[in-house]
């Protein structure tokens, strides 16, 4: 399990988290829409940076995240699930595989946590283990 700290201030600019129901962020009808209306996120109610928790729980999915890094970690989502599904790894298997490329412990190795860097690195190992397996 990641290593995850409770947000508390903004790690952008230094305004207050909360913890705050989904339909806060979304809207009450996209919430339910998309399914997460009992779903949880931490934001800043400044700058309005947040990170999603874990179904059902106030636990985390990562770090807190502004948009940017939001849509780029969303982006190394799509390529890296893509990648480790047809390469028939497990989801397991998968983290094992990316925390030895990233030289991470596995506890670390989550794209929830990860910088714009870290995300650009993880798009690139799934190109070059696609084109060489091709």
Request: hydrophobic fraction near 35%.
């Amino acid at each position: 399990m990641p290593l995850v700290e409770i947000p508390t201030i903004c790690r952008y600019c230094g305004g207050i988290v909360r913890l705050v129901p989904a339909s806060m962020v979304y809207g009450a009808a996209s919430a339910k829409r998309l399914k997460l209306e009992k779903e949880m996120f931490y934001q800043c109610q400044n700058c309005n940076a947040r990170v999603g928790c874990h179904k059902g729980t106030t636990r985390p999915l990562g770090n807190l995240a502004n948009e940017v890094l939001r849509l780029k970690r969303m982006e190394t989502h799509q390529v890296y699930d893509a990648f480790w599904k047809r390469s028939g790894m497990t989801r397991t298997q998968a983290y094992k595989w990316l925390a030895e490329q990233m030289n991470l412990t596995e506890d670390r190795a989550h794209i929830g946590s990860f910088e714009m860097d870290q995300c650009q690195m993880v798009i690139e190992l799934c190109k070059k283990n696609s084109e060489e397996a091709a």
